[in-house]
């Protein structure tokens, strides 16, 4: 892929760097810590086993999971205190060394694809399942240390999956999902949000209270944002659908299938280099740190029965 320029004064282009295209699964999700490790989350989708991966700049390690399920997402609240979600309703914490699972109560058959939270004490994780007949509509939160299932508003049609889950503040949280849903809780509950029509959102994150951005698409790429009044559409043209977003400095990064990956800069997508290796996989996922940017992903459309590959790839800072 090429970079859009603009002509002079444009910043120096920047280039996704191959950190590692072949692990034995989908890589889904990656956090960055303080010092710029790089913890890489995903595994065998449909039912196989989790990978979690530790990239320090020069040596990639793989950490053990043993009965873990795929995970779909991670979330850092610190560098000692990460969180992770995946297959079979399962949450795990992770301190940088140990992975310690933990019991949440989620329906059975739950894929839980995002999860976020302000505090230890305070984690939200939502999902639901792309099999008929499985769970929909799954918020959990724990809050205090005790997890319960939190209901979806009535006008939520009832096959809805949700997909992420972010927050500004524990009082300022946005969930995101299929139809085009948006919810927010402000401290009284989940309520549906007013947003421009999409067929799916599938991450929402933001810099702010009043900088927020969601992705998704369905034939094409979509993505939207709020300015602390009302969602807007952002203008993309013709892009693939969208997975991640990952906003820093008021100008988000955003993947998506086919290899893309952009940064959103005063109104324009400016389109990154990836490595050619990965160029028949999407993106994921996209975590922004100290030292690096990180987007991961894979074959998004395969399942336990097939094989499966699983990439990551960076911007050196």
């Not at 894929?111 to 939270?117: A, D, E, I």
């Not at 240390?145 to 049609?157: F, I, L, N, Q, T």
Request: proline residues 5%.
């Amino acid at each position: 892929m090429s970079l859009l320029g603009c002509g002079g004064g444009d910043p120096t282009p920047e280039e996704f760097h191959t950190i590692t295209s072949e692990q034995p699964g989908s890589l889904l999700a990656a956090a960055v810590t303080s010092d710029g490790v790089a913890y890489l989350a995903g595994g065998v989708t449909g039912g196989g086993a989790a990978l979690l991966l530790k990239w320090d700049g020069t040596t990639l390690a793989t950490f053990p999971t043993p009965g873990a399920h795929a995970f779909w997402w991670i979330h850092r609240i610190a560098d000692d205190d990460m969180v992770l979600a995946g297959e079979s309703g399962e949450v795990s914490r992770f301190d940088g060394a140990t992975l310690t699972p933990i019991a949440v109560g989620a329906p059975a058959g739950t894929t839980l694809f995002g999860v976020w939270g302000a505090t230890s004490d305070d984690l939200w994780a939502v999902g639901g399942s792309f099999t008929s007949g499985g769970p929909r509509r799954v918020i959990m939160r724990s809050a205090g240390g005790s997890w319960h299932a939190v209901d979806s508003p009535a006008e939520v049609d009832a096959d809805v999956t949700y997909f992420k889950v972010w927050g500004a503040s524990a009082s300022d949280v946005w969930i995101v999902g299929d139809r085009g849903v948006v919810l927010r809780d402000t401290g009284s509950g989940p309520v549906r949000a007013a947003a421009p029509g999409a067929e799916r959102y599938v991450t929402v994150h933001g810099c702010g209270a009043g900088d927020v951005y969601a992705v998704g698409g369905g034939g094409n790429g979509t993505a939207v944002h709020f300015d602390g009044a009302a969602w807007a559409p952002v203008a993309l043209g013709d892009v693939p659908l969208l997975n991640a977003v990952a906003c820093t400095g008021g100008a988000p990064y955003i993947g998506g299938f086919f290899a893309y990956a952009a940064r959103l800069t005063n109104g324009t997508a400016r389109v990154i280099t990836m490595p050619d290796e990965v160029a028949d996989l999407g993106v994921h996922g996209i975590a922004v740190g100290a030292r690096r940017i990180v987007a991961v992903g894979g074959d998004l459309l395969a399942t336990a029965a097939n094989p499966q590959r699983g990439f990551a790839v960076e911007i050196r800072r």
